[in-house]
């Protein structure tokens, strides 16, 4: 068995952790990461230039906010939201519950080399 410690980041918001760190080929899957936010904070407000986002509620309710509507998302029905490459968002817990999420890039424009978040 191996143990993998993971390096996670903690804030008032939450934590963030990438859980596949470790491994050096996940194909087309990149940028993993897991995190909470706490209730009533919000996480985001950035684009990503090269890459589209996929976010999964594991638990909790969270609201995706882009500049051309308001998506509510839920881990009581598991659904996969895609975000496209250069569409500003930001995920908000408008709930009193803790809510876990986790994200991850399926597409990457090969050839992009700027930088991976624009606030």
């Known amino acids: 068995m191996i143990h993998n410690k993971l390096n996670d980041h903690r804030d008032e918001r939450g934590f963030v952790v990438n859980p596949f760190n470790h491994i050096e080929n996940t194909g087309n899957i990149s940028n993993c990461h897991a995190f909470s936010i706490e209730p009533g904070c919000s996480r985001g407000n950035h684009t990503h230039p090269g890459r589209n ?9 969270i609201d995706i906010t882009t500049p051309d509507k308001v998506i509510t998302t839920s881990a009581e029905k598991p659904e996969i939201i895609c ?21 991850w890039s399926s597409k990457r424009q090969a050839n992009y080399t700027g930088d991976d978040t624009v606030w």
């Open 53 to 61: 986002e996929e976010v999964l509620v594991l638990s909790g309710k």
């Open 83 to 103: 975000i496209p490459e250069n569409t500003k968002h930001a995920f908000t817990n408008n709930t009193d519950t803790t809510a876990v999420l986790i994200c």
